[in-house]
């Protein structure tokens, strides 16, 4: 997985992957790279599941903890907002949307059940910085609107300060930018987005899904399933100012206001990382400006050492991510003097990022039987457990989930990687960031998430969707 050679070999025939090159030869020390890579690897509250680093425009190191892989979607959850943002960006430059119309004006048969005179001015622009005057996550309530409609549901929420003075991070601002996207040009976001952003960057519409609402819109805020290397490519297209192979895509001056702050979030919360300001549906850092999502998921741009990071992973502490790159990484391709056996130094990291994994679950035989849930057991949806000859049968919500079950190593069925050794078998939702431990005793299993998924509790959509017929 570090080697073009061996990219290739699990790479869609219609996708075009970046260059490849050594650390050194672009001017980046492996030293502080394998540091970094220890650091994700044994830092509290973080599990990583891939890494890119892009140097100049050519990966310069990547890797893959297995069960995850090169050709396998990831869940990016809030991450998709950078994809959304995107979009705005090309309706924009296309005259579809306009930055400074009100969100309502998109929407006219709204205009009656809309009062609130603060309401009727949130401007497109006001939802792309996330500051749509509210004070709080607004997505239970928006949600709860008799009508389904998100959009509608939102904007009868009166904001708590004016548009535009007020940073709050919530999901409907994001959902509402989608919307009018899909409206005014008559598509769904990865349709919109197909011949303007997909198709120029080699990327594999098939490798691709997106979670939509009841009127199958996209959702826009969370649910885009994606490939580790269309986050960098993504990346890349910012760090290039919105020019690929030297076509430009994105017009500069979008870029520019995407990845400008707006809007002062210096008391969101705790983690510097997420202070430092906000622009369209991209946080600015203490380095340079990102995209990220939910448990770890990243795309890291940092302009002034010509690098693009993308990360998926199983990370509640997403400050350490972004702490332990600033330690360790950060030197590492800030032009630093290479030592004199660099090369040694990258084919030792090279070694390395070929043979990553997360630990399987070690030991004896599983045991065989059918086991019921156990009270208080997660997700509650899940009823039943089977194990019989080496496969695994999760009863959710009355659909049956299949699985093989590896001893000493993942074994991969579709989406689930499964690893089971005596009364314990682990199952990796592998198209999402998500683990649920299954303990099995006496006609009982006991389950529980490492990570809890953030859309629905029914396992079945734990993974990239369909596309639409």
Known sequence: MSTEATRSDTTSASTRP???????????????LAAFVDALESTAGVEPHSLQVLRHGHVVTEGWWG???????HLLYSLSKSFTSTALGFAVAEGLVDLDATVLSYFPEFDADVTDERSRRILVRHVANMASGHA???????????????????????????PGTLFCYNQPCTFSVSAIVQRTSGQGLLDFLQPRLLDPLG????????????QGRELGFSGFHAPTELIAKLG????????????????????????????????????????????YQFW???????????????CVVLPEQDVVVAITSQSPDMQAVLDAAWEHLLPAV?????????????????????????????????????????????????TRVSVR??????????????????????????????????????????????????????GRVSSRWETVPLHGPALSVLRKPARPA
């Open 284 to 298: 600015i850092a203490r380095h340079g400006f990102r995209g990220d999502g939910a448990y770890g998921q990243f």
């Open 67 to 73: 069960p995850f892989r090169p050709d396998r979607p």
């Open 203 to 214: 990327v594999d519409r098939a490798d691709l899904g997106w979670l939509t609402d009841g």
């Open 136 to 162: 709080a996550e607004t997505i239970e309530q928006a949600a709860a609107d008799p009508s389904g409609d998100l959009v509608r549901g939102f904007l009868r929420i009166p904001p708590d300060a004016e």
């Open 18 to 32: 970046l260059p490849r090159s050594t650390p050194s030869a672009q001017g980046v020390d492996a030293r502080g």
């Open 334 to 382: 800030s032009d630093p003097e290479l030592p004199a056996d660099a090369a040694a130094h990258d084919e030792a990291l090279a070694r390395r990022t070929a043979s990553l994994s997360l630990p399987p679950l070690e030991g004896a035989d599983v045991v065989e039987g059918e086991f019921d849930a156990a009270p208080g057991s997660q997700p509650s949806t899940l």
């Open 389 to 442: 000859d080496g496969d695994l049968v999760l009863t959710d919500s009355g659909q049956e989930l299949r699985a093989a079950i590896g001893r000493g190593r993942w074994a991969d069925t579709g989406p689930l990687s499964v690893s089971g050794a005596g009364d314990r078998v682990d199952v990796r939702f592998a198209e999402t960031p998500h683990l649920l431990h299954l303990d099995l005793a006496d």
């Open 236 to 279: 890349q297209l910012y760090l290039q100012r919105g020019v690929w192979e030297g076509e430009r895509l994105l017009p500069e001056s979008w870029v520019e206001e995407a990845t400008t702050s707006h809007v002062d979030n210096s008391s969101f919360n705790d983690n510097p990382d997420w202070q430092q300001g906000y622009g």
